[in-house]
């Protein structure tokens, strides 16, 4: 069942530039995590961040969490090429093994 | 470095042929899980397991079922495949409930 929900669907953006992507979820959640896809491959984690903290930094990533707002944002900085991916958030819960994704953002750097 | 592998990246097969994906971990995780990624569906969970011999049935299991005869290897078996089932399948592992997962790179199956 789907729970993340990402905003927006697409994202289109100059090299240099900033990208924020959110994220909204429905349940109570032990952690919220970042993942990114290139073009038709494996996902790879960025950054996990527990129901506890609020924010989390991770090189050129930041990543805020509101747990009353049952809401999360990714903030690239300074964006590359190389960012052009599909990236995705999944919450862990403590009554699940499996984690919950969302649909995705498809964020794409234009040179 | 963590490593999770499956065994193609490319599949095609004819509708109603039995299909085996196959996944292996080489991190010792409890966790394994086998996903379908559809464009603008993000990913769907088929079945996963949190030990050996153990399976749990995800969101989408009907016209799949999986094998996990040790800790390091999850297969996924598509007993009669058809067209509807022509996506791409992740596998995936975690230590622990609820972590981090590792990925593998995806096998992209056509079924004809």
């Known amino acids: 069942s789907q729970q993340g929900e990402e905003d927006p669907q697409a994202l289109s953006i100059q090299e240099g530039e900033n990208a924020t992507m959110n994220c909204s979820y429905k349940t109570s959640i032990n952690n919220l995590q970042w993942y990114r896809q290139n073009s038709g491959r494996g996902l790879v984690h960025l950054i996990l961040i527990r129901s506890n903290e609020r924010e989390k930094h991770s090189g050129r990533l930041r990543v805020t969490l509101d747990t009353s707002k049952k809401s999360s944002s990714l903030l690239i900085t300074a964006s590359r090429a190389a960012d052009t991916a599909s990236y995705f958030c999944a919450t862990g819960s403590y009554s699940n093994y499996q984690l919950i994704w969302g649909a995705g953002t498809k964020l794409i750097i234009k040179p | 470095d963590v490593k999770v592998t499956q065994s193609s990246r490319y599949l095609v097969k004819r509708t109603g042929e039995k299909v085996f994906l196959e996944c292996v971990q080489d991190m010792d995780h409890e966790n394994m899980f086998w996903y379908r990624q559809d464009p603008g569906l993000g990913l769907r969970l088929i079945y996963f397991?949190?030990?050996?011999?153990?399976?749990e049935k995800g969101d989408i299991p009907e016209g799949y079922s999986v094998s996990r005869e040790k800790k390091e290897r999850f297969s996924l078996i598509l007993e009669s495949a058809s067209t509807n089932q022509t996506s791409m399948y992740l596998c995936?592992?975690?230590?622990?409930?609820?972590?981090?997962?590792?990925f593998g790179p995806g096998t992209r199956l056509t079924v004809l």
């Open positions: 995936a592992s975690s230590l622990g409930n609820y972590n981090e997962q590792f």
């Open positions: 397991s949190y030990d050996v011999k153990m399976k």
